[in-house]
């Protein structure tokens, strides 16, 4: 990886931020600020589709999980602003084609926000009906407020981030650090990882959730072996280029 370009790419990166710095600043505490406001009627609506009330146990656990959950939504809102300072980064390095930039702009978008609600559609509300099944007459369900927000925003975060696979591979491909056709040879140790990250990432340890990640997983693998063939022949150039 070239050490120039890179340095030439924070530079780049230095002076838009003494430019734009305070802006951008202003306009994510404003996100922020307006999420910590409306965090308790989200929450409120959460409570009601999971059919589960939420308590709290200490006097700061209130405060503490709401301040945790805007973040989490303010970096779902500016994950598109996050993403594109990531691909612009990749097109400093390898010179994307315009088109090839929004491709991968618009994949990493759709990817990213598919993931996020394969989980909250998908898993979370499967997961959270077979933990809460083990309940009884004698032991009923008491979830607080801090665990139930660690518990939605690490789930929903780590499938929107896991679906990134594809690009993923194909950017280390590009990067010449994997080859995609000698990666492809190891398909079998490929899926025994992938099921064992399924494992531990769903929330329970049924095989029916386990496989609604397991299976998308492996699909995303093979894309992102097939993004990696189809860019494996691209180099990074001796010009400096400039983001779209």
């Known amino acids: 990886m070239n ?12 002076k838009l931020w003494k430019s734009k710095g305070i802006l951008i600043i202003c ?22 589709i999971y059919h589960q009330k939420l308590i709290f146990y200490s006097v700061s656990e209130p405060i503490v999980s709401l301040l945790k959950f805007s973040f989490f939504l303010t970096f779902v809102v ?28 618009l994949l990493g978008l ?9 989980s909250y559609e998908i898993t979370l509300p499967y997961g959270i009906k077979f933990l809460l099944s083990f309940k009884t007459k004698k032991i009923e369900p008491a979830i ?5 927000v660690n518990f939605f925003t690490f789930f929903t975060l780590t499938f929107g981030l896991i679906f990134e696979l594809p690009l993923f591979i194909c950017f280390l491909s ?22 064992v990250v399924a494992a531990i990432v769903t929330p329970t340890p049924d095989a029916f959730n386990m496989s609604l990640l397991a299976i998308p ?10 993004l990696g063939r189809i860019f494996k022949k691209a180099k990074v150039p001796s010009d400096f280029p400039n983001t779209p």
């Open 3 to 14: 050490s120039k370009k890179i340095a030439q790419f924070l530079k780049h990166f230095l």
């Open 27 to 48: 306009l994510i505490l404003t996100i922020y600020l307006t999420f910590f406001w409306f965090s308790p009627y989200i929450l409120s609506y959460l409570q009601t």
């Open 78 to 105: 500016l994950f598109p602003f996050i993403w594109y300072f990531l691909i612009s980064f990749f097109n400093f390095l390898f010179s994307l084609k315009k088109r090839i930039f929004c491709l991968f702009y």
């Open 110 to 118: 759709f990817l990213f926000y598919f993931g996020v609600f394969f």
């Open 144 to 148: 607080s407020l801090e665990h139930f």
């Open 174 to 195: 590009m990067g010449g650090v994997i080859n995609p056709l000698k990666f492809g040879k190891y398909r079998k140790e490929i899926f025994f990882i992938i099921v």
């Open 217 to 226: 997983l492996y699909v995303l693998f093979e894309l992102g072996l097939l």
